[in-house]
Nanobody
């Protein structure tokens, strides 16, 4: 089992920045690709960003490219999401997730077997 705990959410004005962190515990030696998803009220959960185990490859939702940066520290079992130039459309609960398998584009929710409980990000305009 793997436990994921997110932190770093909050209220920020449009144009501001936040950094989300996710720490993993439990059977972390097998963790592969890690991802961030978000869910706004009344909307489906959507993929935001992912990073491979080595950290050499990253993936992003088109609307966050150039504004968000995902990173990881395997020694500390953490994955982070630096969010800059935030917009009101970025308001959502953000979830950290660990991918169990699969190859290619890591945007599929069903590929992820472990999820955190989420952290709220609210961007005021």
């Amino acid at each position: 089992q793997v436990q994921l705990v997110e932190s770093g959410g909050g209220l920020v004005q449009a144009g501001g920045s936040l950094k989300l962190s996710c720490i993993a515990s439990g059977r972390t030696f097998g963790l592969n690709t890690m991802g961030w998803f978000r869910q706004a009220p009344g909307k489906e959960r959507e993929f935001v960003a992912a990073i491979t185990r080595s950290g050499t490859t990253t993936y992003y939702l088109d609307s966050v490219k150039g504004r968000f940066t995902i990173s990881r520290d395997n020694a500390k079992n953490t994955v982070s999401l630096q969010m800059n130039s935030l917009k009101s459309d970025d308001t959502a609960v953000y979830y950290c997730a660990a991918r169990l398998g699969g190859t290619g584009w890591p945007g599929g929710i069903d590929d992820y077997g472990y999820w955190g409980r989420g952290t709220q990000v609210t961007v005021s305009s």
